[in-house]
């Protein structure tokens, strides 16, 4: 019987010493408190050894001494363990402080017992023909056991509580523990009290270690957590599939026997049918994927596939699990959320940004077709949706955009550029402009009420360099429009290099035109007005720009453009200015000399004409009514009323105001009557183009004596020829301008002209 204990005891001290070494290798925090408690059970066993192997009284003492200190070693260790493990803070315990103490004060009644014996003596008996010294407890040992057993009962209460409190995964951790410490301390407690010969208990904490060793290391709730597991792939939204490691299939979650249509016994079909659905698809390497859309368009569904392999801890293959995800839903929510930002929500084509993105796409995938970008504006949009109503006009835009689009070949890009302007990217050999131009001159729309004809004007830019930014090309085509904007018969224009340096030009003269004014670079030319004797009675003032890098502008350079962005006014003013400055100091040589100046419409717009030139005259000191004021018929065709009393304040102030290129615009004779005007300037000009020479002296005589009954004067300008000017005077004009006389010269010549010749005396 000693030598069966001792082998059991010996191999307890022996397994949990190797727990201990491997506790401390393990990479778990646990792992030094785990390794320290197990080698703290090794002392009270060996304890144990020695007393069943002693044979005389000393050596059984001193086993007792070892034991009870290794037991008090023990529950401190186990406690520090217990505390860790259920994660109370155990640097900081009040409670632990007081179990330190009573330890350390039994461990201290030990050392008195050597002398006083207080704590237990021993009394040898006979067991199976051996002696063996049994223990007899004094009072000493019972304040051993009442520390031993209340630390005990602390750890079970914090065990019992952390069972108690924890989630059913976690719990499971601690009942283990727990009730295998309750069956040690009840095994301990009956050996304490049946008084047999050889003490076993130590045998139950022995076992308590290496469960403690198993559960604190190695453990896991795999019970709960293959349920939990199991639970999960039922509920995922996911279709899933087991297949053993023949390809059969083993089990699959509900969605996944909805989508294949198969049962718990009919599980086997699953492959079969997965394969007719989504094509091979089973079988397939580990970690494959594939995405697959069955159907087309608006129908379309969208399915992600995964296949994974499992392999048992060889590494060999064990089976595998395929997942099906139904993404229907995402892509067409996508789709619907591209296509609406890439669409223009009334007319479904291509928004701009849409356009060119393509384009830039299309002419990078085949850079060697020939394309033209068009630009297509609806002109004057604006009046269809005043006339008709906005819901109107969007209908028209619709219906032109359609028609449009019919236009274009399958190969064409097509798009809607904002508001009235629609963008297009066409190969120009499926593209034919005369053909198209003649379909888009046909637009008309038409309610009950109203008949409008649509005007859409093309710009067309060919692309010679696919890496030109796509806006670049659009902008060069919206160029080309503006060529034919005021043209309701040309409905396309093509882009050419030309255009590009007008723009250019234009914006050149804008911002040099401040700094001409400054610096002298403008400057008046006078061209001569003479009378019937080929006297010079005044000049047209007329702007010259004496550029630095361009030389000398003549004004058809830059009046349009300074018209077009009404920096007209600038230069205007400047040449009022300077006519002032000219005629003043003529008035103070004594010569009798007019000065006209022209007037641009956009003048009107800008500023106070009759305050501006009062102001001027006064300033300079000259006198109104050799000042002249050149106007054209087109400041009449808007505004009417502000502009006759402007020209009422000036003629009254004593200015006399002519009126300019008549005849050659949309002149009107009816208008002429009550036009506050004294002079009327016929242009010659328009006369040339005539073929009918007789024809159009007629028409010239009449224009004449109509003016001379409406009491204003007539004066011809553009007169080049000595035989013009003699029919002129018979007819009855007064006053001639034209190069006859002198061309527009420098005011030095000028003054030198009118000296050295037909001076005024
Ligand atoms: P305009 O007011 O009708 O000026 C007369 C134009 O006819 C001048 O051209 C003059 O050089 C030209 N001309 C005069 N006699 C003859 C002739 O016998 N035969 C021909 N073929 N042409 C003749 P220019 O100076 O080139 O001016 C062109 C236009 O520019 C002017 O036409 C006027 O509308 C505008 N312009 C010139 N200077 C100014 C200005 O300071 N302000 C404004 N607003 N417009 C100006
Ligand atoms: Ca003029
Ligand atoms: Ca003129």
């Given amino acids: 019987m000693r030598d069966q204990f001792s082998?059991?005891?010996?191999?307890?001290?022996?397994?949990?010493?190797?727990?201990?070494?491997?506790?401390?290798?393990?990479?778990?925090?646990?792992?030094?408190?785990?390794?320290?408690?197990?080698?703290?059970?090794?002392?009270?066993?060996?304890?144990?050894?020695i007393i069943v192997r002693a044979g005389t009284s000393l050596p059984a003492t001193i086993g007792y001494y070892i034991y009870f200190l290794g037991m008090d070693l023990m529950i401190w260790t186990m406690l520090k363990f217990v505390m860790e493990y259920c994660n109370y803070k155990w640097k900081k315990s009040v409670l632990r402080c007081i179990l330190e103490i009573f330890l350390a004060a039994d461990i201290f009644q030990y050392g008195f017992d050597i002398f006083f014996h207080q704590a237990f003596t021993t009394e040898p008996i006979q067991v199976d023909g051996y002696s063996y010294y049994?223990?007899?407890?004094?009072?000493?040992?019972?304040?051993?056991?009442?520390?031993?057993?209340?630390?005990?009962?602390?750890?079970?209460?914090?065990?019992?509580?952390?069972?108690?409190?924890?989630?059913?995964?976690?719990?499971?951790?601690?009942?283990?523990?727990?009730?295998?410490?309750?069956?040690?301390?009840?095994?301990?407690?009956?050996?304490?009290?049946?008084?047999?010969?050889?003490?076993r208990s130590m045998i139950g904490f022995g076992v308590f270690g290496l469960l403690i060793f198993y559960f604190a290391l190695y453990y896991r709730p795999m019970r709960l957590l293959d349920r939990m597991l199991a639970n999960i792939a039922s509920e995922m939204p996911e279709a899933l599939f087991f297949f053993d490691s023949g390809d059969k299939c083993i089990w699959a979650n509900t969605p996944a026997q909805v989508l294949t249509d198969v049962t718990e016994e009919t599980f086997d079909k699953a492959a079969e049918r997965l394969n007719s659905k989504f094509?091979?698809?089973?079988?397939?390497?580990?970690?494959?994927?594939?995405?697959?859309?069955?159907?087309?368009?608006?129908?379309?569904?969208?399915?992600?596939?995964?296949?994974?392999?499992?392999?048992?801890?060889?590494?060999?293959?064990?089976?595998?699990?395929?997942?099906?995800?139904d993404n229907t839903t995402e892509q067409r929510k996508l789709k619907r959320e591209m296509y609406n930002a890439t669409h223009d929500r009334l007319t479904g084509l291509y928004t701009k940004e849409y356009l060119y993105q393509r384009i830039n796409e299309l002419l990078h995938d085949e850079p060697e077709v020939k394309r033209y970008i068009l630009s297509l504006n609806v002109r004057n949009f604006k009046v269809v949706n005043d006339i008709f109503s906005t819901e109107f006009g969007d209908k028209v835009l619709v219906f032109l955009a359609e028609r449009i689009r019919a236009e274009l070949s399958d190969n064409s890009l097509f798009g809607r550029l904002g508001g009235d302007i629609f963008g297009a990217c066409v190969p120009a050999d499926e593209f034919d402009i005369e053909r198209f131009e003649r379909k888009l001159s046909k637009f008309r729309v038409a309610d009950i009420n109203i008949d409008y004809n649509i005007l859409i004007h093309v710009g067309l830019c060919e692309i010679t360099d696919i890496d030109t930014d796509i806006a670049v090309l659009f902008d060069r085509a919206h160029l080309a429009i503006q060529t034919i904007k005021d043209d309701y018969h040309k409905h396309i224009a093509v882009y050419d290099d030309k255009m590009r340096q007008k723009v250019l030009w234009d914006q050149q003269i804008s911002t040099q035109l401040a700094d001409a004014l400054k610096d002298g670079q403008m400057r008046p030319y006078l061209q001569a007005i003479v009378d019937t004797n080929g006297k010079i009675v005044g000049a047209e003032a007329l702007a010259r720009w004496i550029?630095?890098?361009?030389?000398?502008?003549?004004?058809?350079?830059?009046?349009?453009?300074?018209?077009?962005?009404?920096?007209?006014?600038?230069?205007?003013?400047?040449?009022?200015?300077?006519?002032?400055?000219?005629?003043?100091?003529?008035?103070?040589?004594?010569?009798?000399?007019?000065?006209?100046?022209?007037?641009?419409?956009?003048?009107?717009?800008?500023?106070?004409?009759?305050?501006?030139?009062?102001?001027?005259?006064?300033?300079?000191?000259?006198?109104?009514?050799?000042?002249?004021?050149?106007?054209?018929?087109?400041?009449?065709?808007?505004?009417?009323?502000?502009?006759?009393?402007?020209?009422?304040?000036?003629?009254?102030?004593?200015?006399?105001?002519?009126?300019?290129?008549?005849?050659?615009?949309?002149?009107s004779l009816n208008l002429l009557k009550d036009m506050p005007v004294d002079v009327l300037k016929i242009d010659m000009k328009f006369l040339s183009r005539t073929e009918d020479v007789l024809r159009a002296h007629t028409i010239v005589r009449n224009i004449i004596n109509l003016s001379d009954d409406l009491g204003i004067s007539a004066l011809t300008e553009?007169?080049?020829?000595?035989?013009?000017?003699?029919?002129?005077?018979?007819?009855?004009?007064?006053?001639?301008?034209?190069f006859y006389f002198s061309k527009p010269v420098p005011v030095s010549e000028f003054e030198a002209l009118c000296r050295s010749g037909i001076t005024p005396e």
């Fill in 279 to 325: 094509g091979e698809c089973t079988g397939k390497p580990d970690n494959w994927f594939s995405g697959i859309v069955i159907g087309e368009d608006d129908d379309a569904e969208y399915y992600v596939i995964e296949n994974h392999h499992i392999t048992d801890d060889k590494g060999k293959f064990a089976g595998s699990f395929l997942t099906v995800r």
């Fill in 547 to 667: 550029h630095p890098t361009e030389g000398f502008l003549s004004p058809d350079r830059f009046i349009p453009v300074l018209e077009k962005n009404s920096m007209i006014v600038e230069l205007d003013r400047f040449m009022w200015k300077s006519a002032c400055e000219i005629l003043s100091r003529w008035q103070k040589e004594g010569w009798d000399l007019f000065l006209s100046v022209n007037i641009s419409p956009k003048d009107f717009y800008f500023m106070d004409v009759a305050a501006e030139i009062k102001e001027l005259v006064d300033k300079y000191g000259v006198d109104p009514t050799h000042l002249r004021i050149e106007i054209t018929e087109t400041i009449m065709m808007t505004d009417v009323e502000s502009k006759m009393k402007t020209l009422g304040e000036l003629r009254n102030a004593g200015f006399i105001v002519e009126m300019d290129d008549f005849g050659s615009g949309y002149s």
């Fill in 134 to 199: 049994r223990l007899v407890p004094r009072f000493g040992q019972t304040f051993h056991r009442a520390v031993v057993y209340g630390i005990l009962f602390v750890i079970l209460i914090m065990l019992l509580i952390k069972t108690l409190h924890s989630s059913r995964i976690y719990s499971e951790r601690y009942s283990v523990i727990f009730g295998t410490l309750v069956l040690a301390a009840l095994w301990q407690t009956f050996y304490i009290f049946s008084r047999t010969p050889v003490d």
């Fill in 718 to 738: 553009g007169v080049e020829t000595e035989n013009q000017y003699h029919i002129l005077s018979e007819m009855g004009c007064r006053m001639f301008q034209g």
């Fill in 7 to 49: 082998v059991i005891f010996v191999f307890l001290i022996i397994a949990l010493g190797g727990c201990s070494i491997a506790a401390l290798q393990s990479k778990r925090t646990i792992g030094s408190t785990v390794a320290v408690f197990t080698a703290a059970i090794t002392p009270p066993i060996i304890g144990n050894l």
